[in-house]
């Protein structure tokens, strides 16, 4: 019997040293690793290539995605740039119009300058999907449920209708996390985190991680990140697997105190709109509780204009005011001028993200007292 997620989660990857029998094992900082003669060595020769702590992390991370290979890059934005970087000139990408602001300025801003094009439209509906494919298609991208509207797409819908042209799909999965949604079994090609978010959980590391089943993509991106050398710090590479340890117990709290608060907001005629993927009412409330297994601890709200949402967020007392999410610490933020300051307010406004947004990222503190705060800072607007 294959042990369940918890049990994966704090041992896979992670067995005791077997030099010293450490139970948690060691950080390998080398740089370079000894050989026994020419090119006869012990899995390690130069640590951009490969080395023990970020080989442990890969496997941790692979196992809980259920695939058989975990790439470990800088940053989510490095693992993003090397998934790229399996395109050539010519070729065409179909991305969800509401994804991480910077994946949206690194699409638009750089890659475009390769002769990479993309078309960037709301995935939330497959129909739009079949519509946008051209000859030169080779990926879709996606994030379900999106930054910073919670928008949830089909994954399998998408990913079906990707498969009959031979498309590959890869799926951001940071916000939900594998404890909370498993993108392989609705057949994506890919899964890619920012580690930086809930895989780490106590935002004091940043790191990205690409996930796949397929050899050859994995060969590849191997290859990508040898030579392109967007590597992770052994030292990152185990505060993560630490944090990773965690991941579950972590994740249902988040979850827990993102409800109450959906709850309370709810109740609070000076909130306009609530966006949570399980909220009765969300557009694709359904397909969320097909594909994700609770509704993660990212609650976005509008109030009424950009003055209402400064006061609200100068006013908070345990939320800090900061971009990133997924810590154990909650924080709130503006998109329309923090996370998603690098989209054109033209854009931003086309795609729903209002003047009085506010996200909020519920951290595993007490519930009662994110909510007083919450509560608070609303009274004073
Ligand atoms: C933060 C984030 C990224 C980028 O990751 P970094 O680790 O900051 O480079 C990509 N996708 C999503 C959904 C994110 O939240």
Redesign the pocket.
Known sequence: MTPKFETRAVHDGQEADPETGAVIPPIHLSSTFKQDGIGKHRGFEYRRTNNPTRQRLEHQVASLEKSQHGIAFA????A?TSIQLLLQAGDHVICGDD??G??YRFFDKVMKNFDVSYSFIDLTDPDKLKTAIQDNTKMIWL?TPT?PLLKVSDLGALSTIAKEKSIMTVV?N??ATPYLQAPFDYGADMVVH????YLGGHSDL???IVLTNSDSLAERLRFIQNSAGAVPSPFDMWLLSRGIKTLALRMERHCSNAEKMVKVLQQDDRINQIYYPFLAGHPNEDVARKQMSRGGGMVSFDLSNRAEAERFLSNLEIFSLAE??GGVESLAEYPPEMTHGSIEPERRHEIGINDGLIRLSCGIEHVDDLIADVQQSLNKL
């Open positions: 940053s989510g934005s490095a993003t994804v991480y910077g994946t994030e930054n951001d940071t916000f920012s580690a930086t978010k940043v790191g990205g990133s999410l």
